[in-house]
Structure formats: C-alpha cells, structure tokens
C-alpha cells in the first residue's frame, strides 16, 4: 500500500511538470509511447497521472487518439511484410481471430492492457484490412482503457488525499 501510495504521488509531481503543455501534451507521449513495437513504455502510468491533473475524459480522448495513432507502427509494419514475428503460435492464433473478425479482434485487445496488441496490429496489416477500419476500432479500444486509468488516477489521487488527511 505504501509503495501504490509513493507511486501515485511520484506520478503526480511529474504530471504536474508536463500539465504544461496540456492535452495536446498527453497525446504526443501517447503516441510516442504505443509508436513502439514489442517494446513496453510507460503511457498508461502517464494517463493514470494526468486523470488527477485534467479532466479524465478529455485525457482519454487525448491519449486515445495518440495511442491509435501510435498503433499504425505496427499496423504498417504488417502491411509492408517488413515485420519480424518471434512468437509465431501466438501471431497465428491472432490472425485466425483478425481473420474471423478482426474488428472486434482489435477493439477487445486495445481496450485492456495486454503485451499482444502490437502483433494483432501486425496481423492487421499483413491481412490487408482497410487502415481506415483498424484506425476506428484500434481508437475506440484505446479510448476505453484510457478511460479506465484516466478515472482510476482520478480517483485514486482524491482517495490518498482523503486517507492522507
């Protein structure tokens, strides 16, 4: 509890450094953050911070909208073949599913947080489904689960407050 505690309010000093620059601030860590490929980088602890700075809906709309973004990397790693797959039973499972339908394929796998969007988003392209379509749902996806940590920061940072006294 004492180190969720540190955490958040750690999170929360170095959110009020870079609530300078605003919502457009939090899309571009957003999108710089998903624009990695396999790679984890820490955008939802950035989401998870600036609910208790901004307006959680207006965060989850500014990270939503840079993580999709962000997601093409993958995307149109994909569509130009030039992808490198290392867990191949894991990317044939996925582009089973993408094949079957993909659309919820990405919506369910960009609203959670989990280490296998970047190979559906892979899957996605070499499949050749209309950018246009993984754009919409990968957002849709995205937004929800920044929603989610946008409010959970939020809340979370009142609550400690609360207990703090």
């Known amino acids: 509890m004492i180190a969720i505690s540190l955490l958040i309010f750690s999170l929360r000093d170095r959110a009020e450094q870079l609530a300078i620059y605003g919502y457009p601030g939090i899309f571009l860590l957003s999108f710089l953050a998903y624009a990695t490929v396999i790679l984890p980088a820490p955008g939802i602890w950035i989401v998870f911070a600036m609910g208790a700075v901004f307006h ?64 559906a988003g892979i899957a996605a392209g070499a499949l050749k489904m209309p950018m246009r379509r993984f754009l919409f749902w990968c957002w849709i996806g995205e937004t929800a689960k920044m929603l989610y940590f946008s409010y959970a920061g939020a809340a979370s940072f009142d609550w400690l407050l609360k207990i703090r006294g």
């Not at 809906?57 to 073949?81: C, D, I, N, Q, R």
């Not at 867990?87 to 296998?116: D, H």
């Open 56 to 119: 959680p809906v207006g965060v989850a709309l500014a990270a939503g909208s840079g993580a999709a973004l962000g997601e093409l990397s993958g995307y149109l790693a994909g569509f130009s073949g030039q992808a490198v797959i290392e867990r191949a039973e894991l990317y044939k499972r996925l582009s089973f599913w993408m094949q079957k339908n993909g659309p919820l394929t990405i919506f369910a796998l960009a609203a959670f947080p989990n280490p296998f969007f970047d190979l």
